[in-house]
């Protein structure tokens, strides 16, 4: 009897997540498996809104960002009898093993999906960067890319008002975002939780800056640093005298045709992860080490802990701050 396998997007969208489900079904028929799709993920799952697809299904998907498979959020997923509704859709229609790309909430529900007898894989999708069992995310490079043209933008005016600009992108509580743009978009300074800098400090250097040639400057941040971001910046003017202004980058750093990176990494990530279905795997998550996917057992996984990365922060320190 062929295998079932169904996919699902859960958690916050990423752009390559098409991408990783076009090679998930499209892997899964060529290795002659019967594959599904679930929409709005496990809030879909819940509701039954399944269906079972054909290659042709994924045709024309590779370059466009969001997910066709749609995502949601249910926190009424961590209960028991929540699970079981899911379990039972799964059962109504013979499917025994589940794919889900999304962040480590997305693991945990495929976990609990693993302890009730589903053969679940997690596949790292969001944009944060945020998963200690992976090196990278789906979503990742396209989100640095969108950062940057929004970045070149606002220096434009930056430079021409001779003004300070903060500017708070993504990240949830990862810094990579912040970290990796600001690097691309050479900016003055870089603030992330990864690398806190004290209130007095950012004061002292944007009026260090002001005192040499440098007449504007523009600085990432990640977001949840400062509570209020335009209250921080009010503080600035009244400390430095530079007029500083806040943009927060917002939901529009989701957005956009991923990639060829995302692509690839996501076609990679998509075809391993039907590839330990068929080898018998259950409960675990998929990650990137060194550039190689690796298997972890998902528990393995969400112990883990994220660690920054130390020698790329303190190496831009030579160059930005
Ligand atoms: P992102 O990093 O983009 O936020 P995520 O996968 O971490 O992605 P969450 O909202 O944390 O996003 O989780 C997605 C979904 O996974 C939740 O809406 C919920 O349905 C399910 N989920 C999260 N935590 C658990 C848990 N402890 N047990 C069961 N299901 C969970």
Redo the contacts with the bound molecule.
């Keep these: 009897m062929s295998k079932k396998i169904a996919v699902l997007t859960?958690?916050?969208d990423?752009p390559g997540m098409n991408a990783c489900v076009r090679a998930v079904v499209r892997s899964g028929i060529k290795s002659g498996c019967d594959m599904f799709v679930v929409y709005d993920?496990?809030?879909g799952l819940v509701e039954g809104k399944i269906e079972q697809v054909d290659r042709n299904f994924v045709s024309d998907i590779i370059n466009r960002g969001g997910t066709i498979l749609r995502s949601?959020?249910?926190?009424?997923?961590?209960e028991d009898a929540i699970?079981e509704m899911a379990i039972k859709q799964l059962h109504d229609f013979g499917i025994d093993s589940l794919i889900v790309i999304?962040?480590?909430?997305?693991?945990?529900?495929a976990?609990?999906l693993a302890h009730k007898g589903i053969n679940t894989v997690g596949v790292p999708g969001?944009?944060?960067n945020?998963i200690a069992s992976t090196e990278y995310t789906i979503g990742f490079d396209t989100c640095c890319n969108t950062i940057c043209e929004c970045v070149d933008k606002l220096r434009d005016t930056t430079t021409s008002h001779q003004r300070c600009t903060f500017i708070e992108v993504m990240g949830?509580k990862c810094g990579d975002l912040a970290l990796y743009s600001g690097i691309a978009e050479g900016a003055e300074m870089i603030i992330t939780p990864d690398d806190p800098i004290s209130d007095e400090n950012v004061f002292a250097k944007l009026k260090s800056l002001k005192g040499g040639k440098k007449k504007h400057s523009l600085v990432i941040v990640s977001e949840k640093v400062y509570p209020n971001i335009f209250e921080f910046v009010k503080k600035v003017t009244e400390q430095t005298g530079i007029e500083t202004r806040a943009e927060i980058l917002g939901h529009l750093q989701r957005g956009g045709s991923p990639t060829s990176k995302d692509r690839i990494e996501a076609t990679r990530f998509g075809i391993e992860a039907v590839k330990a279905i068929l080898d018998g795997e259950s409960s675990i998550c998929l990650g990137l080490k060194n550039g190689k996917i690796v298997r972890y057992k998902i528990d393995d996984a969400l112990q883990m802990q994220r660690k920054a990365n130390h020698e790329l922060l303190d190496a831009i320190k030579l160059v930005n701050r």
């Design positions: 859960s958690g916050g990423a993920g496990y809030k949601a959020r249910l926190p009424a997923f961590k699970q999304g962040g480590d909430g997305t693991y945990r529900g976990r609990e969001t944009i944060d945020d949830n």
